[in-house]
């Protein structure tokens, strides 16, 4: 099990920057690939960025160059940093770790089996 609580959230004016953190414990060390999710009212559930085991990361096209996720050695804690932020980018911003099979064999991508935060809200104003 894996528990996740988010913070850093707040309101920015558009061009600035926010960083948001993520507080992870529980079987941290064990856990799979992490990443940041957002969900704008209307609409889905969208994955922002993730890095993998391996620190490789990935990066949606809607915030390449804008965002950077990043994650501390021992997986305490998840950050995502967001710079020239747009009034698009507005959105509760979710925290998720992957899941691992029941056998701990391999290690599900990010996506239904998740472990998930509670959200935090980002607001960018124009």
């Known amino acids: 099990q894996v528990q996740l609580v988010e913070s850093g959230g707040g309101s920015v004016q558009a061009g600035g920057s926010l960083k948001l953190s993520c507080a992870a414990s529980?079987?941290?060390?064990?856990?799979?690939?992490m990443g940041w999710y957002r969900q704008a009212p209307g609409k889905e559930r969208e994955l922002v960025s993730s890095?993998?085991?391996?620190?490789?990361?990935v990066y949606a096209d809607s915030v390449k160059g804008r965002f950077t996720i990043s994650q501390d050695g021992a997986k305490k804690t998840l950050y995502l940093q967001m710079g020239s932020l747009k009034t698009e980018d507005t959105a509760v911003y979710f925290c998720?770790?992957?899941?691992?099979?029941?056998?701990?064999?391999?290690?599900?991508?990010?996506?239904?089996?998740?472990?998930w935060g509670q959200g935090t809200q980002v607001t960018v104003s124009s």
């Open positions: 890095i993998n085991i391996h620190g490789t990361t």
């Open positions: 998720a770790a992957a899941a691992r099979s029941l056998s701990g064999g391999y290690c599900y991508a990010l996506g239904p089996r998740n472990y």
């Open positions: 529980g079987d941290i060390f064990n856990s799979c690939g």
